[in-house]
């Protein structure tokens, strides 16, 4: 049976979480305003990434909120310590993965700044000594 305790968490983590959830639901709401956006600018390869970078900052708040979380501070008792076990690592692979890919992914977003930025009109006109 499932129990949910919140006597361990800390004052400011519980307010931390409410905080976090309902960045959560603004982070969503931007998210389904760019995508639903029909002007081409929304459309560029710059925000496809935002949107796919989206995935991996979602899958961490919800590992955070639903396993890291509760295990440090005993929440609920579906995630007890266990020894030899399938599931302590399951947990540290899907933690690494998610890592890895939100890393990644900020150099994904890197270089496409870095390459949009030199083929900017603006940059070409500056290097050349006029501005228009």
Do not use: C
């Amino acid at each position: 049976m499932l129990q949910i305790s919140l006597e361990l968490v800390p004052a400011s983590h519980l307010l931390f979480m409410a905080i976090s959830w309902v960045s959560l639901v603004l982070y969503l709401r931007i998210l389904y305003i760019l995508n639903s956006r029909k002007n081409l600018e929304f459309k560029s390869s710059f925000f496809v990434i935002i949107k796919l970078h989206a995935i991996t900052d979602i899958a961490m708040f919800l590992f955070v909120e639903f396993v890291a979380r509760p295990r440090k501070y005993r929440i609920h008792n579906l995630i007890e310590p266990i020894n030899n076990n399938w599931l302590p690592q399951l947990i540290y692979f899907t933690q690494t993965a998610i890592k890895n890919t939100m890393f990644l992914g900020y150099t994904v977003v890197a270089v496409n700044r870095h390459f949009s930025f030199g083929q900017s009109s603006v940059v070409g006109s500056t290097v050349s000594g006029r501005m228009y």
